[in-house]
T-cell receptor, first 113, second 112 residues
């Protein structure tokens, strides 16, 4: 198994631009999570999906953030427009309902200049 | 807010056992104790979990006190590659039983 795939390790964008982060969960996992990590705030849960349906998006910081899961093998996190304070490492994770642990991707480091 | 309390940092000599404590005095009956670690620049990695019995796997051992208000993660023979931030988390079991809420964790430094 290739694990959770976040194919972009580093993303640099200019303030005001739209940025889309991508994630491929482990096949067969029915939960998908998006986390953000900064030095100041640590690891924060942004949103999670169950069977492609968003269940809890209370961690999404603002309306500028949106996430979708069009099918079981793909999810996106979009920021529009991006701001410098959005600079962080964004992690995607997946798990199964009966599973013990989450499997995290390697993360995408977003820098907004 | 995280339901656990961990020391911010610990040191351990290479080859020795690393014992990482965690207090979770408000844990409820159906909540498990989970441990994850995050090596620099990587995503968090699941280590082990337990309800009330002690658990062991290829990575570590988990000792939970009888009253379940605290636990200890044991890395029996720490190596330099075990240098990481270790997170203790309490939550229900499985993907539908709440989410992983990470606290600040314990930064473990394994020294030669």
């Amino acid at each position: 198994d290739a694990g959770v795939i976040q194919s972009t390790r580093h993303e640099v964008t200019e303030m005001g631009q739209e940025v889309t982060l991508r994630c491929k969960p482990i096949s067969g996992h029915d939960y998908l999570f998006w986390y953000r990590q900064t030095m100041m705030r640590g690891l924060e849960l942004l949103i999670y999906f169950n069977n492609n349906v968003p269940i809890d998006d209370s961690g999404m910081p603002e309306d500028r953030f949106s996430a979708k899961m069009p099918n079981a093998s793909f999810s996106t996190l979009k920021i529009q427009p991006s701001e410098p304070r959005d600079s962080a490492v964004y992690f995607c994770a997946s798990s199964s309902a009966g599973g013990a642990g989450y499997t995290f991707g390697s993360g995408t480091r977003l820098t907004v200049v | 807010d995280a339901k656990t309390t961990q020391p911010p940092s610990m040191d351990c000599a290479e080859g020795r056992a690393a014992n990482l404590p965690c207090n979770h005095s408000t844990i409820s009956g159906n909540e498990y104790v989970y441990w994850y670690r995050q090596i620099h620049s990587q995503g968090p990695q699941y280590i082990i979990h337990g309800l009330k019995n002690n658990e062991t796997n290829e990575m570590a051992s988990l000792i939970i006190t009888e009253d379940r208000k605290s636990s200890t993660l044991i890395l029996p023979h720490a190596t330099l590659r075990d240098t990481a931030v270790y997170y203790c988390i309490v939550r229900g079991y499985g993907g539908s039983q709440g989410n992983l809420i990470f606290g600040k964790g314990t930064k473990l430094s394994v020294k030669p």
